[in-house]
Nanobody
Framework: QVQLVESGGGLVQPGGSLRLSCVAS????????MGWYRQAPGKERELVAS???????NYADSVKGRFTIFRDNGENTVYLQMNSLKPEDTAVYYC??????????????????WGQGTLVTVSS
């Protein structure tokens, strides 16, 4: 089964930076789009950034100019570089990927896979 594992979260002061990583593993045939979502206390889960296999990125308006999403297809990894962090960025950040998997000789269609999440806390 495909697994996504996020890392890089933690406590940071306003104005600081963090880099989140998400590594996909297990029975992967190919990965199309990948993305980062977040869920802040009392709010709905929202898309932060997404990136196609070819590297085209999209961002939520709230993070444009501060966050950068990029990926390493050879390592099945997607990153989120977060700069100029604000208290309102505090949330659990989840990695997401659209994955075609292999089960024996069978290749599946696109399957949406989620990581367990990593907590980012921005506070002074």
């Amino acid at each position: 089964q495909v697994q996504l594992v996020e890392s890089g979260g933690g406590l940071v002061q306003p104005g600081g930076s963090l880099r989140l990583s998400c590594v996909a593993s297990g029975g992967i045939f190919s990965i199309n789009a990948m993305g980062w979502y977040r869920q802040a206390p009392g709010k709905e889960r929202e898309l932060v950034a997404s990136i196609t296999r070819g590297g085209r990125a999209n961002y939520a308006d709230s993070v444009k100019g501060r966050f950068t999403i990029f990926r390493d297809n050879g390592e099945n990894t997607v990153y989120l570089q977060m700069n100029s962090l604000k208290p309102e960025d505090t949330a659990v950040y989840y990695c997401n990927a659209d994955v075609a998997t292999m089960l024996g000789a069978v290749v599946t269609g696109g399957v949406e896979v989620w990581g367990q999440g990593t907590l980012v806390t921005v506070s002074s």
